[in-house]
């Protein structure tokens, strides 16, 4: 178990913000105003020129909650798969912005699962050698 005032702070950072995206959604959820949830607005934007956010959300949960622990997908400094996660939102945000194409829900749907591979695979948390 990690230990440490740094590893405390971070976690109570994280609590306050969880708990502040529940209160907000279930004000946005009981307020008088149709599809303003942030799930329909997510899907909404990721539809226009912000395809890259399934990818994003994707590696973000793969990252934290898969994560695979073979050794061959390990890169040789930890900040790789930040960098390349980085280029590949770049490189998504300029064709969103650049090429106009319809986004179907396939489509999300299949650059979701994209992410979720490479946060799995090459951004996994279970390389991190515990004491």
């Not at 994280?14 to 105003?33: C, K, P, R, S, T």
């Not at 090429?99 to 951004?123: C, M, N, Q």
């Not at 948390?125 to 004491?131: A, E, F, L, R």
Request: zero cysteines; proline letters at 3%.
């Amino acid at each position: 178990m990690m230990e440490g005032t740094g590893y405390t702070i971070v976690v109570n950072i994280m609590i306050g913000l969880a708990l502040a995206y529940f209160i907000i959604e279930i004000m946005l959820i009981l307020n008088d105003v149709e599809d303003d949830t942030s799930n329909v607005l997510l899907l909404e934007w990721s539809k226009g020129k912000s395809f890259f956010i399934p990818f994003a959300l994707g590696a973000i949960a793969g990252h934290l909650f898969l994560g695979t622990t073979n050794a061959a997908f390990k890169m040789a400094n930890g900040i790789f798969p930040v960098l390349i996660l980085f280029g590949l939102t770049i490189i998504m945000v300029i064709i969103g912005f650049k090429v106009p194409f319809e986004k179907t829900k396939s489509f999300l749907t299949a650059i979701l699962i994209a992410g979720l591979l490479y946060g799995h695979f090459f951004w996994s948390m279970n390389y991190i050698v515990s004491p």
